[in-house]
């Protein structure tokens, strides 16, 4: 049997029923990323003994009726900002080429006692912001569905070695959308969660009061999964919500008949992919069919969430980064060092304004989804870039549509919901809810996934 | 009545370099030139943020001391 693209929760099935071990899929998946990922550049680095390692004791466990939880002798791999012990950790950087750290960042920990099985560290934009870059010491990764094409960022080998059918999970980081742009634009899926909900500790740090970690899978069932394994309370993690963490596959009812979802279309009417929005009327309309309500809503601009997101950010990371920028600056790529540079000259009163703003936009979305159950838009605006190293940087000059549910610190969901029709390449619909409400939004998207087979289609690496 | 900077005029490259220098930069050349062009759509940005906001608005995090205690 071929394990390449079965889910987490089929391998799940499988591993039960013994039809299948977690040696064999490790073996399966260490073979194809031998065979593809030198053109996909996904991961910068397999640690293929420790993966057998650690699925040959998953196996043993299993077979001996002892199972762990839905991740146990399953493969993943984590973006290369989350701190593993006596495996290097570089950020995509230069600087941070020969770190090892001495622990494991607290969801490695959460993930190595539920049994799975690390296949290796991923790909990033330099420290989750700076790329796509041909300056670092490491290519950045490829589009699997055409390697002609970026997987987005900054969990760009996260996106691209899901889709690739590599590893049937990823964790990623998301500030303003990290996780759920590469999702968009790679075909998967990618969850956000609420701030709070997944420790950071042990994860190199982007914006504190925005970093966000979280899965990407190739459906709203394996993100249900993935999220039980590394949700809830670390107390060393100052961000961190103590709240109890329910039972996420439970909420996959496949029923949201009744539920008010709000509708921010005017976030893609216009200047969007011209496959995007009738793409994104018919997702609406399949979730109609399904018995949800669904209504516009207005919220404020793309531009004031992307304006209030970024000057946080920016400030915020040239606090972590300014001793190396005053030391070093030469040793950063052209790109994240011009997006973090700029964070010298904003002054302190620009940062509080910002956090001011941020808390009037939070209150907006709040307001709304005091009338709705959730919040669809577009889970991108367009399809993948092109993979051109001369393309202008376009972080703060083109609105992000992730970046409002950051500012908000709200849980969403990118699943795909088409292709375009020129460069065949996918299409994703957004769906976010209120703080802690993960359940909702894997409800919605699974029932979507229950209704569509985009999630289905893979990309051929032939 | 004008709710943030946004009418101010751009800063030339002069004005960046000094900014950069008082920040405690001392960029090479190439990195600075690298810099000049890409501050104007940051600085640009800053200003479109609103000055309005009601007195008491609070910044979007506070201080929890339990939590730093408990950590």
């Known amino acids: ?462 | 009545m004008r709710t943030d900077l946004s009418h101010l005029p751009p800063s030339s490259p002069e004005e960046i370099r000094a900014m950069t220098c008082r920040a405690g930069l001392d960029l090479p050349e190439e990195l600075m030139q690298q810099f000049i062009a890409a501050w104007p759509a940051f600085e640009a940005m800053v200003r479109r943020i609103p000055r309005n906001l009601d007195r008491a608005a609070e910044p979007a995090h506070s201080y929890r001391p339990l939590r730093i205690v408990r950590s």
């Open chain 1, 1 to 462: 049997m071929d394990p390449t693209f079965l889910t987490i929760a089929e391998l799940n099935r499988l591993y039960g029923q013994r039809e299948l071990s977690p040696v064999e899929v490790t073996r399966a998946l260490l073979d194809r990323i031998a065979a593809h990922d030198g053109k996909l550049h996904s991961f910068i680095r397999v640690t293929p003994e420790a993966a057998l390692a650690e699925a040959q004791a998953a196996e043993r466990e299993l077979m001996a009726g002892r199972r762990r939880g839905p991740l146990h002798g399953i493969p993943y791999a984590l973006k290369d900002i989350v701190e593993t012990a006596g495996i290097p950790t570089t950020g995509h950087s230069k600087l941070c080429h020969n770190y090892v750290p001495a622990a494991d960042a607290h969801l490695v920990t959460l993930l190595k006692s539920g049994g799975a099985v690390l296949m290796g560290k991923l790909a990033t934009w330099e420290f989750a912001l700076g790329g796509p870059s041909w300056d670092l010491p490491w290519p950045p990764a490829r589009n699997p569905w055409n390697p002609d094409y970026l997987p987005g960022g900054s969990s760009s080998g996260a996106g691209a070695a899901v889709a690739a059918g590599f590893v049937p999970g990823a964790v990623g980081t998301d500030t303003g959308g990290s996780i759920r742009g590469p999702a968009a634009v790679c075909g998967i899926a990618g969850l956000k969660p609420t701030y709070g909900r997944v420790s950071r500790r042990g994860v190199f740090p982007n914006t504190f009061t925005m970093d966000h970690c979280g899965p990407l899978a190739r459906s709203a069932e394996d993100i249900a999964l993935f999220l039980q394994v590394i949700a809830g309370f670390d107390a060393e993690d100052p961000g961190s919500e103590d709240a109890p963490v329910p039972d996420y596959a439970a909420a996959l009812t496949g029923s949201i008949k009744g539920l008010r979802l709000g509708l921010v279309e005017h976030w893609y009417a216009h200047g969007a992919h011209p496959d995007l929005p009738p793409a994104m009327s018919a997702a609406v309309e399949v979730l109609r069919g399904l018995g949800a309500i669904v209504e516009p809503v207005q919220l404020s601009s793309l531009r004031d969430y992307t304006d209030c997101k970024t000057t946080i950010s920016i400030a915020e990371l040239y606090a972590i980064h300014e001793k190396d920028l005053k030391t070093r600056p030469q040793d950063f790529g052209r790109i994240l060092r011009n997006r973090v540079l700029p964070g010298a000259l904003i002054r302190a009163e620009d940062y509080v304004q910002a956090l001011r703003w941020r808390t009037v936009l939070a209150r907006e979305q709040a307001m709304a989804l005091k009338q709705f159950d959730a919040l669809l838009t577009a889970g991108a605006l367009g399809v993948a870039d092109p993979a051109d190293p001369n393309q202008p940087d376009r972080l703060v000059s083109v609105p992000s549509i992730t970046m409002p549910f950051s500012v908000g610190g709200l849980p969403a969901i990118a699943i795909p919901c088409g292709f375009s029709r020129a460069e065949g390449l996918p299409l994703s619909l957004q769906i976010a809810a209120a703080p802690m409400a993960e359940p909702t939004v894997l409800r919605i998207a699974h029932a979507y996934q229950q209704a569509t087979d985009w999630h289905r289609r893979h990309p051929d690496l032939r």
